[in-house]
């Protein structure tokens, strides 16, 4: 069966240029210093229900992400809708599929070669309350990965997919492995996370799953190539598992004969937290230093599979969906902000901050609206207009 939401015709994508949507990245070592403790542990600590979060500017608390089984699965795949189009420059599918379940899929389209497509993927779902290591600490991986290097201009597209139903039996992502081998999708490689925060023995390793199916052992050799390029950034050693465990979302492309592996704290389930699968799997119990060198040594892989763009900004946006003739300024700014656009007819504004939280949203009722920031503190920030159906996303700085 097709999904609900049809895959995204890369060849119909523009290509074209819109000035300070984007950087240019400088090298894969200047992209894993990006990633920020600070905000994986935000990340971590929200979707494992640790600290409340918001949700469409609702106070909320994700304690409970079983499928099919209570509203909190449902709350928590619109947590992740939110951030991954608070980030912009992603297409963002929520992504229901018979029988009940909701992966949540954001692309960010390749600029040189958008048919060539690469994966980084963990499930979102869980067994019990709480569940931070299985699998909230990929899920925020992915979330802060996709936040970085969204940002930036890459010559392949990737995808960053969260998976329901893994705990059910590896259903959403069979759904969407399935689907995509079915409309000859071109993946060219699958990276897959599922428990990155328990280093049981505490020795720095990372367990890499691998078969010989496809060119997966390409993936690994290019796994072993970015630890030992970027050592002294990610601090791990490469534990490689052949033939891997078949038991998370790698096997469901394996299935399609795609090229996967699967990045975990474990090479086999002895190796796992001994909290697996119940409700004292809490963030207290993790090693965050070791969850932040795994984060760290998925956007070290996904990067260089990226492929950086050296061109100072670039449009990843579907022709249809470019808001144009619009004014953001000043940038830097030190208070307030003005936005001019031509047209006002259901016209929005939001501001969020670089973890994706809502600061504020209104309505544009003028054709320049000055939006009052003075509470801010001084930082990066990102701001998103909507008008007709279509979108602008822009970083701004306060002063």
């Known amino acids: 069966m097709k999904q609900k939401f049809p895959h995204i015709k ?5 290509l074209g240029f819109i000035s300070n949507q984007l950087v240019s990245a400088q090298t894969v070592g200047d992209l894993i210093s990006e990633v920020d403790t ?40 619109d947590y992740l809708v939110e951030r991954f189009n608070s980030f912009g420059n992603l297409v963002v599918n929520d992504s229901p599929y018979s029988g009940g379940g909701r992966n949540v899929v954001a692309t960010q389209v390749g600029q040189t070669n958008p ?18 290591d299985d699998n909230a600490t990929s899920t925020s991986a992915i979330l802060e990965i996709a936040r970085i290097l969204s940002q930036y201009c890459i010559d392949n597209t990737i995808i960053y997919a969260l998976w329901d139903e893994e705990e059910r039996g590896l259903i959403g992502s069979r759904n969407y492995a399935n689907n995509a081998a079915n409309n000859d999708d071109n ?9 990155i925060g328990y280093d049981k023995d505490q020795n720095d390793d990372v367990a890499i799953q691998t078969r010989n199916i496809a060119n997966s052992q390409g993936l690994v050799n290019g796994i072993t190539n970015v630890l030992n390029t970027h050592s002294s950034l990610i601090g791990l050693t490469p534990n490689v598992v052949n033939p891997g465990i078949e038991a998370s979302d790698h ?15 474990a090479a086999t389930f002895s190796d796992l937290t001994p909290y697996y699968h119940t409700s004292n799997d809490r963030v207290s119990t993790l090693d965050l230093p070791y969850f932040h ?12 599979l990226a492929g950086l763009v050296d061109s100072n900004s670039c449009s990843l946006s579907i022709t249809d969906n470019v808001l144009e003739d619009i004014s953001i300024y000043p940038n ?37 609206t000055q939006i009052n920031l003075q509470d801010l503190s001084k930082g990066l920030y990102f701001i998103k207009v909507s008008s007709n159906n279509k979108t602008l996303s822009k970083k701004i700085i306060k002063e």
């Open 10 to 14: 890369f060849t119909l994508i523009l």
């Open 251 to 265: 096997s469901s492309f394996w299935d399609q004969n795609y090229s996967a592996i699967a990045l975990s704290e």
């Open 187 to 195: 993946i060219l490689g699958v990276i897959n996370m599922d428990m």
């Open 38 to 77: 600070n905000s994986l542990d935000l990340f971590l600590n929200e979707f494992s229900g640790e600290v409340s979060t918001t949700v469409n500017n609702t106070p909320v608390t994700i304690r409970n992400r079983v499928s099919q089984s209570s509203q909190g699965n449902d709350l928590a795949a």
């Open 332 to 368: 830097p700014f030190f208070n307030v902000i003005n936005v001019s656009l031509n047209e006002v007819n259901n016209s929005s504004i939001q501001v969020t901050n670089v973890v994706g939280q809502v600061i504020m949203q209104q309505d544009l009722r003028n054709k320049t």
């Open 293 to 304: 060198k795994i984060s760290k040594l998925g956007m070290g892989i996904i990067a260089t």
């Open 115 to 132: 048919d060539d497509i690469y994966i980084i993927c963990g499930h979102y779902d869980s067994v019990a309350d709480y569940c931070a």
